[in-house]
C-alpha cells in the first residue's frame, strides 16, 4: 500500500526539493551525491521503499548498459551487467503487478523515473525497457489467465537461455517480444518443426506489410535456434512459445492487457 505522503504522489516543496537534488546528481554523474539520494530518499520516505531502490537500480544498470552498449553475453563483464539488467527488470515487473491497482501512483512513478533518466543522459535506453518490461508484464498477466501457471525465468535463465518465462511447473518455456502488430500472435516450437519459416509469417497479422517479412524471418530463426539450444542444455526434448504482444492492447502504466487478447491466448493454449 502507497502511503498518502509519497514521494511520487505528493507535490510539494519538500519532494520538488528533493527531486532537483537527484536529477543534479545524476546529471553531473557523481556517484557519492547519487548515494547520498539514495540514502535521503530512503529516511524520507520509508513507505516508498520499494520504489526508490528501483529508481536508483534501473538508472544504474541503464546508465551502465549505455557506457558498454556492445557488450554480448560471451564476455564476462557484459554478461554480468545483462544479468544485473534482467535482475532490475523482473523486480520491477513484480512491482507493477503488486501495484497494479494504483493507475494513478504508477502513472507518477514512471514519470519520476522517465524525468530521471532524462537528466542522466539514458531517455532512449529507458523508453526501449518500458517498453520490453510492459510487455513482459501483459504477457505474464494473459498467460495467468490462461492457466498455464506462469513464472518469470531467472535472470541467467534469461540472459544464457533466451527465456523470459516459464509455465506449466517451469517445463515449457516463453519468449516475449513486443510489437505494432494488430493483434497478439503466438507460435511454438512444435509449430516450427511442422510448417515452413514463411507459412509462419503469413499468419502475423501484417507480416508481410513494407517488407516486414523478412524481419520476422529472423525472428523465427533466432526462436529455433534458441530452442534448439535449450534441448542441448537441458538434454531433453522442450517446448517452447513465442509470445507477440502487441503494444496497443497493453495500458502502458500498469501492463494490463485487454480482455480479448487474454480470451485469445487462452484459446491457444487450450489446444497447445
Not at 505522503?5 to 505528493?10: C, E, G, M, V, Y
Not at 529455433?224 to 537441458?234: A, H, I, R, W
Not at 504482444?245 to 492487457?257: N, V
Amino acid at each position: 500500500m502507497i502511503k498518502p505522503d509519497s514521494l511520487f504522489i505528493q507535490k510539494g516543496e519538500k519532494q520538488e526539493g528533493l527531486q532537483t537534488k537527484l536529477l543534479r546528481a545524476f546529471a553531473y554523474g557523481k556517484q557519492d551525491d547519487i548515494n547520498s539520494c539514495r540514502e535521503e530518499f530512503l529516511q524520507t520516505y520509508p513507505g516508498d521503499a520499494g520504489g526508490i531502490e528501483l529508481l536508483f537500480a534501473t538508472v544504474k544498470t541503464l546508465k551502465e548498459a549505455s557506457i558498454l552498449p556492445g557488450s554480448q553475453s560471451t564476455d564476462p563483464e557484459g554478461s554480468r551487467l545483462l544479468i544485473s539488467k534482467s535482475e532490475n527488470t523482473q523486480n520491477f515487473a513484480k512491482y507493477i503487478l503488486k501495484n497494479s491497482g494504483n493507475r494513478k501512483f504508477l502513472k507518477q512513478f514512471w514519470g519520476y523515473l522517465q524525468k530521471t533518466a532524462r537528466w542522466a543522459n539514458i531517455e532512449d535506453l529507458f523508453v526501449k525497457f518500458k517498453h520490453n518490461l510492459i510487455t513482459e508484464v501483459a504477457a505474464y498477466r494473459a498467460l495467468s489467465y490462461a492457466g498455464v501457471c506462469p513464472v518469470f525465468a531467472d535472470p541467467e535463465e534469461d540472459i544464457l537461455m533466451a527465456v523470459d518465462i516459464k509455465i506449466r511447473d517451469g517445463r515449457d518455456f516463453v519468449q516475449v517480444k513486443g510489437s505494432p502488430i494488430s493483434d497478439v500472435f503466438i507460435v511454438s516450437s512444435l509449430d516450427m518443426s511442422i510448417l515452413k519459416v514463411q507459412e509462419i509469417v503469413k499468419l502475423i497479422p501484417e507480416g508481410l506489410e513494407s517488407g516486414a517479412g523478412a524481419f520476422w524471418k529472423k525472428v523465427f530463426d533466432k526462436f529455433t535456434e534458441d530452442t534448439n539450444f535449450l534441448e542441448t542444455g537441458l538434454g531433453r526434448r522442450v517446448v517452447s512459445y513465442l509470445v507477440v504482444i502487441p503494444y496497443g492492447k497493453c495500458d502502458f502504466q500498469t501492463g494490463e492487457i485487454e480482455q480479448e487478447t487474454k480470451e485469445l491466448v487462452l484459446d491457444y493454449f487450450r489446444d497447445h
